[in-house]
Every structure is written in C-alpha cells, then in structure tokens.
C-alpha cells in the first residue's frame, strides 16, 4: 500500500506554490521531490489586491479562488511527470491553500484560504485533503499556527529542548521540550519576510532582499526600531497569531510618518530586518531550556538576517533544518502533506497549548477526484 502525500503550501510571502512529495512509510518522512512553482504576475496582483478591503472583492475571489487551484494542480502533474511518478500512487494532497484573510479572534473570528479543492482533485485525479484551519478556529482556535503538530511528531530530540523556527511572510515558533511530559508550544511571534520584501519591492523593485545584501549595507535606526517594537501584539501572551492584516507597509509608513528624523530606505530596510530578529529572540527568550534553534522558510536563505538572530540568540546554537535532513524550503509542505497523512489515519492536527482550541482535532476535509 502506498504511503506516498503530497502537501501544498503558500503562505504569507506568496511568492507561489510550494510541492512536496513526501513518503511516509517510515518513521521519519521522506521527501522524494520539492519544487516552488511561482504565481503569474497578474494572479499575484490579484492575490495581493484581495489582502485589503476592495471593491467588487467576491467575483475577483471567486476567480482566484480557481486559479490558485489550476496553478497548484498545474505544478503538482508538472512535479509527477517530472519524477516519473503516477498519480494513482499518491494517497492524497494535503493543500494549504492561500491565505487572503486571517481574523480568528472575538466569537465570529475567521480565516479564508482559496485555492479550490475540488478543482484540485478533478485536474490531478488525486484526492484531496483541505481546509484545515477553520475546525480548529470552530473550536475557538487560532487556527493557526498548524506546523507545531508535525514539528512535535518528526522534529523531538529525547535529549535536548529545540525550537523550530519558520521565517515565511510571518514568523512562527515550535518549542520542543525534550520532557515528553511537557507541552508544546507554538506561536505567531510577528514579521518575518513580509515587510522586508515589500519594501525592497517599493524601492528596488525587486520581490525581495536577496540574501539581505541591501540590508547588511545600511545601519540599524534605533529611533525606529524601539518604535516599531512598541506594537501591542509582540507583548501579548501566546497562543496568537498574525497575518499581512496586521503587519504590512500601511502600518510601517504610519510609523515613519511620526519620526521626528528621515530615515533613508536603506536603513529602513536594516531596520527591519532587526525588527524580525529581535522580536523572534525576545520570543525565544521566554523559553530558558533552549539548546537549539532550526530554522526554516524563506528567511532561513536571508544572510543578514540569520546574522542578526545569532546575535540576539546567546544561549541557544543556531542552524537551519538542512541539519536535521529536511531542506528548509521543504518543511511547511512537508508538513501538510502530514497533515493530510494524519486526516487519513486519525491523528490530531492541531494541538491546543498551540492555538488554543479547546480540544485536539483531525482536520481537514476530504476532496474526491472521483
């Protein structure tokens, strides 16, 4: 019988779809093949455009709601041909979808992800497993963030209590503690990539820092960062999340628009790259156990930015999880082509020291090709 999922993920950054082809027939997965599809311009205007309260939003989300699943269902045959693998070996894709909107506090909080799964299932002929936030914010979660439960299940050390560490869009942590007595915990900590990449978009035109060259070029604001530090939600108490609703340039240029001082775009952008340093490792710091940091995202290809972490980070030795055999790219569909393996064999997907739900939870739903 195969043990054979393929997850989906396309988070915060929306630089495009990420598919992994994972193999779970041992206890540690194995990733037979991963590749990053990116959006078509005109779909990632649109996906952008749909973040922010517009006009005539319903027709233009119904219509991405489609194209994100062609596009997905596009790169996973792509993949397979690819790898000479046939679609009726794949158990099930485990899709993410793309986040547009994430409100999950107060009685009616929400999330909305697209990316059709029906569309999915009918162009791959492969079933699909998605939706898997939204049980968890019905039982008063976050739903969000999801990576924890698969971090816990393939990442534990018997001997040492070790952090995963995901810098996408948004930054999140999974601390791990090496007492299986003691509970995980996960949580949003605030901007990883996202303000970064969309001030290098702003002023240079370029979709990202890469390596963080223009960053490591500037000088840190001091003035700035204390100010953007000053945010309520980096001082709330977990669990919690966050999102583009919150972090975005709106918020940044309302920030700037109160300094006193010009502050050159380079040295906004060292800034900002301090700012995701400083308020991961003021996260990280809550927990004083902490021998070891992986990282993983698009963050974890960011120079400067690891640089900075390791100098926040005294107590702890910092490294990606190409370490630990997974290549940090890889992880976050990785880890919903599990979610999707554990919807088929009755595991938990969320856990609630993470989210807050009131309860651990199967999730997802279940997408037939046939």
Not at 163 to 192: H, M, R, S
Not at 346 to 357: Q, W
Request: with cysteine; net charge negative; charged share 20%.
């Amino acid at each position: 019988m195969s043990n054979l999922y393929i997850g989906l993920m396309s988070g915060t950054s929306m630089d495009g779809v990420d598919v992994a082809i994972v193999d779970f027939s041992k206890i540690q997965p194995k990733v037979i093949a991963f590749h990053t599809f990116g959006y078509p311009k005109s779909l990632l205007r649109t996906l952008n455009s749909l973040c922010e309260p517009s006009s005539d939003e319903t027709v233009k989300m119904g219509h991405a709601d489609r194209a994100v699943a062609t596009h997905s269902a596009q790169a996973i045959n792509k993949l397979l041909e690819h790898v000479n693998i046939h679609a009726s070996q794949i158990v099930a894709i485990g899709s993410h979808g793309q986040t547009i909107r994430h409100h999950p506090d107060g009685p009616m909080g929400f999330t909305s992800q697209i990316g059709d799964p029906n569309t999915i299932a009918v162009l791959t002929g492969i079933d699909v497993i998605a939706d898997f936030r939204r049980k968890d914010v019905a039982l008063g979660g976050q739903g969000a963030p999801l990576a924890p439960a698969f971090h816990q299940a393939v990442f534990r050390h018997s001997h040492h209590s070790r952090i995963i560490l995901n810098i996408g869009g948004i930054a999140n942590i999974t601390y791990i503690p090496k007492d299986v007595e003691q509970q995980v915990v996960g949580f949003d900590t605030g901007p990883g990539n996202t303000l970064m990449d969309g001030w290098s978009q702003r002023h240079l035109k370029k979709s990202y820092d890469e390596n963080g060259r223009w960053a490591a070029q500037g000088s840190r604001d001091c003035v700035l960062l204390k100010c953007l530090m000053s945010d309520p939600f980096f001082d709330l108490p977990y669990p919690k999340s966050t999102g583009r609703e919150t972090f975005n340039l709106e918020w940044l240029d309302g920030h700037l628009n109160n300094m006193s001082h010009f502050c050159s775009a380079e040295s906004v952008q060292t800034t900002l790259a301090q700012l995701s340093s400083c308020t991961i490792a003021k996260h990280i710091n809550l927990f004083d156990d902490v021998e070891e940091v992986f990282v993983c995202g698009g963050g974890a290809r960011n120079d400067f930015l690891m640089e900075c972490l390791e100098n926040e980070l005294h107590e702890a030795d910092l490294a990606t999880t190409e370490q630990l055999g997974m290549s940090p790219d890889a992880v976050e569909a990785v880890a919903f082509a599990w979610l999707a393996y554990a919807y088929h064999n009755n595991i938990a997907g969320n856990l609630p020291s993470v989210t807050g739900a009131s309860r651990p939870a199967v999730l997802g739903g279940l997408y037939k090709a046939k």
